[in-house]
T-cell receptor
Framework: EAGVAQSPRYKIIEKRQSVAFWCNPI?????LYWYQQILGQGPKLLIQFQNNGVVDDSQLPKDRFSAERLKGVDSTLKIQPAKLEDSAVYLCASRAFPTSGGNTGELFFGEGSRLTVL | DQQVKQNSPSLSVQEGRISILNCDYT??????FLWYKKYPAEGPTFLISISSIKDKNEDGRFTVFLNKSAKHLSLHIVPSQPGDSAVYFCAASYNAGNMLTFGGGTRLMVKP
């Protein structure tokens, strides 16, 4: 079974430039998440999709971050314009829709996209 | 407001000994807890979980203990192996496993 795919793995940009990250979840996984992990900290949820609808984006800085999941499969996360504090690893994760009575809570993560803003 | 905290940023143990990683939480609504392991340049991978209706869950060398009254959980690794050297994240959820809240991580180093 193929895992969660992310690209690019690394990106270096200057502040005020824009960047986009792509994620392809595990086939059949209805739920997709974008997390931001700043060095030395745990992952912080930015946005959660259920199929192609947004479930929670309360922690997404909407003035500069946007995300979409067209057709309920692939997703892109965009930052425009980038700030120095956006330097982080952006992790995409997916999860199968929990079955009735089930609650595995297990998320499958991609390898992440490391962003450096200069 | 950190709802999940891992107060030890690092831990060093000798191979063959027990590793104990700790995690505290503040939100009493959390009902499911997980541990993830992360190697450098890789995404976190699921290790073990526990529901709030249990106080212990064991999987091979890994055991997670939950103390609801203290809002504390711990991960025990016995015996520790050099390959266990990684960053361990504690995570919690209260919405059918959705929207995990992660702690800051503990870097475990197992010395041969």
């Amino acid at each position: 079974e193929a895992g969660v795919a992310q690209s690019p793995r690394y990106k270096i940009i200057e502040k005020r430039q824009s960047v986009a990250f792509w994620c392809n979840p595990i086939s059949g996984h209805a739920t997709l998440y974008w997390y931001q992990q700043i060095l030395g900290q745990g992952p912080k949820l930015l946005i959660q999709f259920q199929n192609n609808g947004v479930v929670d984006d309360s922690q997404l800085p909407k003035d500069r971050f946007s995300a979409e999941r067209l057709k309920g499969v692939d997703s892109t996360l965009k930052i425009q314009p980038a700030k120095l504090e956006d330097s982080a690893v952006y992790l995409c994760a997916s999860r199968a829709f929990p079955t009735s009575g089930g609650n595995t809570g297990e998320l499958f993560f991609g390898e992440g996209s490391r962003l450096t803003v200069l | 407001d950190q709802q999940v905290k891992q107060n030890s940023p690092s831990l060093s143990v000798q191979e063959g000994r027990i590793s104990i990683l700790n995690c505290d939480y503040t939100n009493s609504m959390f009902d499911y807890f997980l541990w993830y392991k992360k190697y450098p340049a890789e995404g976190p991978t699921f290790l073990i979980s526990i529901s709030s209706i249990k106080d212990k869950n064991e999987d091979g060398r890994f055991t997670v203990f939950l103390n609801k009254s203290a809002k504390h959980l711990s991960l025990h690794i016995v015996p520790s192996q050099p390959g266990d050297s990684a960053v361990y994240f504690c995570a919690a959820s209260y919405n059918a496993g959705n929207m995990l809240t992660f702690g800051g991580g503990t870097r475990l180093m197992v010395k041969p």
